[in-house]
């Protein structure tokens, strides 16, 4: 929704907020959707064919950490959801986008 990233920015940083993984901080649900909306255009660009751009390598590699922290969240707050497909090893050399998709399940 458009107005998520105000509505997250005026709360209180320690304030929980309902999500996926159960009451998080603000940050945390910022850090979900943005890797849903990556993680998704990734896959709508395999799809079609097409390498989706969503800017300079070194911009993307915070989100690597951030997989691996929803998914560790995930597997304590919902253990057995399956809302995260099974990890996968990425190709030695793989961009950081590729690496986002290898840890939330897809094959790169």
Do not use: C, M
């Not at 107005?3 to 979900?32: F, H, K, Q, R, T």
């Not at 969503?54 to 809302?83: H, I, K, M, Y």
């Amino acid at each position: 929704p458009a107005g998520l990233p105000a509505a997250l920015a005026a709360l209180p940083p320690d304030v929980p907020v309902p999500s996926p993984l159960g009451p998080v901080a603000p940050a945390v649900v910022a850090e979900i959707r943005v890797l849903e909306a990556v993680v998704h255009g990734w896959d709508l660009g395999q799809a079609l064919g097409v390498a989706p751009d969503l800017g300079a390598e070194a911009d993307l590699l915070p989100l690597v950490e951030a997989a691996d922290r929803l998914r560790a969240g995930l597997a304590v707050s919902r253990p057995d959801s399956t809302a995260l497909g099974t990890p996968v090893e990425a190709a030695p050399g793989a961009s950081a986008l590729e690496r986002v998709a290898a840890r939330l399940g897809r094959r790169t």
